[in-house]
């Protein structure tokens, strides 16, 4: 039997198989960040679709974190019951769905008036300039975690997953580039690691012992002088300390989508972090998924073999297939069908949802 269809916990959350919808902003909420009916089905249709786990899109923590227009809010407690009615969707057709948390930080969205970072950061480093956050704020932003992370256990999300990857808040604090303070929150890579170890803390502490928490990080930030390798690994290490019970592995910031969304046509192409799961696993018990250019069985199936990982992420394929678990385990398809072209994006940024537009239509170049 094949490995893909054997269940595995992470914490306490027992999941029928190792594929996991890696998160995937839907871009379908409105303007104040409340769910769209269509989210709720889009996400339905996955669980149906096989995955064992459904990570949904980034959601913003509080306003000021939000990165982009259509993204789901987790702000406040008006949140919550439109949240449910996804959550609930999902359950009805026998899924688990984790709530990933995000805070945009330098990203921020256009209409956010002042983009804050650790450090002011001008372009070409940031889109817009932002400006260095007090500690104060610093403090606030962790309690509007902590508090979201309240708002998705009471919504019924089965795990939560802190954002740290892609030039988002979590990863502008670890990379020397975005975090040159001098004050306990930066100046050294364990005060660099202090939001995140402050953020998971609290998280854990407001959803007890046995709530499945999850982190995706970022091993490196393609920024010349940035987060080293090295580092994370060290990270990775205190993660358990940290109150995280499973580590999704990714790199890259966004802007430059060259390392993060790369465009892969051959096996040899897959699974292009897979050296980081490797290391990761040399420090750290905590289940490990691996996200990033997995696309035939075949690989998924090595890299759990040789346990580089323990669940295999997915994001593209899962866009242009919903139904590829399925598919892989009734041995219909072998290969997604996914050429990475990157057209997974509305072609206008106000636009809303995604959708594999590469089938019908020439990829994409990326830088
Ligand atoms: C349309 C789109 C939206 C994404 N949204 C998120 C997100 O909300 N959170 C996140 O951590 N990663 C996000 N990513 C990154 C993916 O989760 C994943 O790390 C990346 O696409 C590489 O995996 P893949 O080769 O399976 O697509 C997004 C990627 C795409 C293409």
């Given at each position: 039997m094949s490995m893909l269809f054997t269940q595995a916990r992470i914490g306490s959350l027992e999941i029928p198989n190792r594929i996991?919808?890696?998160a995937t902003a839907e871009r379908l909420a409105d303007d104040t960040g409340v769910p769209l009916p269509e989210l709720a089905a889009l996400l339905a249709t996955l669980a149906r679709g096989g995955a064992g786990l459904i990570i949904i899109g980034h959601m913003y923590v509080s306003t000021c974190g939000k990165a982009h227009p259509g993204m789901t809010a987790i702000a406040d407690d008006s949140a919550i019951g439109g949240l449910r009615l996804v959550v609930d969707?999902?359950?009805?057709?026998?899924?688990?769905i984790a709530a990933q948390l995000n805070h945009a930080g330098m990203k921020a969205a256009a209409d956010i008036a002042t983009p804050y970072a650790p450090s002011d950061v001008h372009p070409p480093l940031a889109a817009r300039p932002a400006t260095r956050l007090s500690a104060l704020q610093i403090h606030a932003i962790i309690a509007s975690f902590a508090r979201a992370a309240e708002r998705a256990v009471a919504a019924g999300f089965d795990a939560?997953?802190?954002h740290s990857a892609h030039g988002y808040l979590g990863s502008q604090f670890l990379s020397p580039r975005t975090n040159q303070r001098t004050d306990a929150w930066g100046g050294s890579p364990s005060s660099r690691m202090r939001f995140l170890q402050e953020t998971c803390r609290k998280v854990r502490d407001v959803v007890g012992p046995d709530y499945p928490l999850l982190i995706k990080l970022g091993m490196v930030d393609q920024l010349d002088g940035g987060l080293q390798l090295e580092v994370s690994l060290s990270l990775v290490e205190q993660l358990a300390d940290f109150g995280i019970d499973g580590l999704e592995i990714s790199g890259g910031i966004s802007q430059g989508r060259s390392l993060n969304i790369r465009t892969v046509?051959?096996?040899?192409?897959?699974?292009?972090?897979?050296?980081?799961g490797r290391r990761a696993r040399e420090r750290t018990d905590l289940p490990i998924l691996l996200v990033g250019g997995l696309r035939s069985r075949p690989v998924m199936e090595d890299v759990l073999k040789a346990g580089d990982a323990d669940f295999i992420?997915?994001?593209?394929?899962?866009i242009c297939e919903p139904d590829l678990p399925h598919r892989f385990e009734n041995r219909l398809q072998l290969r997604s069908s996914c050429i990475s072209g990157n057209r997974c994006w509305p072609e206008?940024?106000?636009d809303m949802g995604i959708s594999c537009k590469c089938l019908s239509r020439p990829p994409k170049e990326v830088s």
């Open positions: 996991v919808r890696s969707a999902v359950h009805d057709e026998g899924g688990f939560i997953q802190i046509c051959e096996e040899a192409e897959e699974a292009y972090f897979r050296e980081f992420s997915l994001c593209r394929p899962l206008q940024a106000s």
